[in-house]
Nanobody, 118 residues
């Protein structure tokens, strides 16, 4: 069954904004961290922003000051507000949910395309 679902991708002009949302199903327990990764065309997947429950947010260097991650822990939901978008932000964005119970497990969404182009 689908456990992590992203939404909110699309086409936007440089300088524009988009907000991504990700909901993890209630069947996922012991959530330790939620966050976003992205994979630009022809490149490896990279971390965009992650936020451990009760911990400090960590952003990738290329998005600091432009992107903001937030969570609604009661709803197992994580958001990514992306402002001042650049062409190089074009990528498939993936939601990641990491759990911990003796060992860590990662759950991934199917990905949502973000295209920044004029």
């Amino acid at each position: 069954q689908v456990q992590v679902v992203e939404s909110g991708g699309g086409l936007v002009q440089p300088g524009g904004s988009l907000r991504l949302s990700c909901a993890a199903s209630e069947t996922i327990s012991n959530i330790y961290r939620m966050g976003w990764y992205r994979q630009p065309p022809g490149k490896q997947r990279e971390m965009v922003a992650v936020v451990p429950r009760g911990g400090s947010t960590n952003y990738g260097d290329s998005v600091k000051g432009r992107f903001t991650i937030s969570t609604d822990n009661a709803k197992n939901t994580v958001y990514l507000q992306m402002n001042s978008l650049k062409v190089e932000d074009t990528a498939v964005y993936y939601c990641n949910v990491r759990t911990y119970n003796v060992a860590t497990s990662d759950y991934w969404g199917q990905g949502t395309q973000v295209t920044v182009s004029s």
